[in-house]
């Protein structure tokens, strides 16, 4: 069974600071990574795909990617409440690309 | 609008009670995909599909049957529920199987 694992959280992050969530997966094949953030009662809404090593920012959000290391990483910079969310990692697997495998998802809370 | 309608929004039945879940998507996506979400858990993969009547086991296949008779179109057959499917269950879709998942607003369903 390929795993995909994060920390449960929650992760509690002051208003403005950076949060940091990190995600690793077992399976050495997989090629795209994402971050879907989840608020509660709510479906999950693309944050950053991912697809080679480095560094991916959009706005507040960066992406690190190392295959090497099988992590794949989120950095929330600039914190809001508005952020206070469950962030689920995802990764496809390398030799069945139509299966994707979510992490158990990282609670985020923000506090003013 | 583009987007990933799933219904009914919500769904009690049960034991043994024949029920579908429909699913259908209005942006041309070749790829669709079933996942049920459990506390602790995250989301688990049912079902998905490549293109019209090319369908594949996820994760989590037993109980479940889908079709893809259109492109749009991704329905989850629960033929005989148990209250072990009692979850949040959402449908997604996507260009290809490594670009990033729309997801439909989930169907809560309880199997008593």
């Known amino acids: 069974q390929k795993e995909v694992e994060q920390n449960s959280g929650p992760l509690s992050v002051p208003e403005g600071a950076i949060a940091s969530l990190n995600c690793t997966y077992s399976?050495?094949?997989?090629?795209?990574f994402f971050w879907y953030r989840q608020y509660s009662g709510k479906s999950p809404e693309l944050i950053m795909s991912i697809y080679s090593n480095g560094d991916k920012e959009d706005g507040r959000f960066t992406a690190q990617l190392n295959k090497a290391s099988q992590y794949v990483s989120l950095l929330i910079r600039d914190s809001q409440p508005s952020d206070s969310a469950t962030y689920l990692c995802?990764?496809?697997?390398?030799?069945?690309?139509?299966?994707?495998?979510f992490g158990a998802g990282t609670q985020v809370v923000v506090t003013p | 609008e583009a987007q990933v309608t799933q219904n009914p929004r919500y769904l009690i039945t049960v034991t043994g009670k024949k029920l579908t879940v429909t699913c259908s998507q209005n942006m041309n996506h070749e790829y669709m995909s079933w996942y049920r979400q459990d506390p602790g858990l995250g989301l688990r993969q049912i079902y998905y599909?490549?293109?019209?009547?090319?369908?594949d086991k996820g994760d989590v296949p037993e109980g479940y049957k889908v079709s893809r008779k259109e492109k749009r179109n991704f329905p989850l057959i629960l033929e005989s529920p148990s209250p072990n499917q009692t979850s949040l269950y959402f449908c997604?879709?996507?260009?290809?199987?490594?670009?990033?998942?729309?997801f439909g607003n989930g169907t809560r369903l309880t199997v008593t």
């Open positions: 997604a879709s996507s260009f290809g199987a490594n670009s990033p998942l729309h």
């Open positions: 995802a990764v496809n697997e390398g030799d069945s690309w139509g299966k994707l495998q």
């Open positions: 399976d050495r094949g997989s090629q795209s």
């Open positions: 599909s490549m293109n019209v009547e090319v369908t």
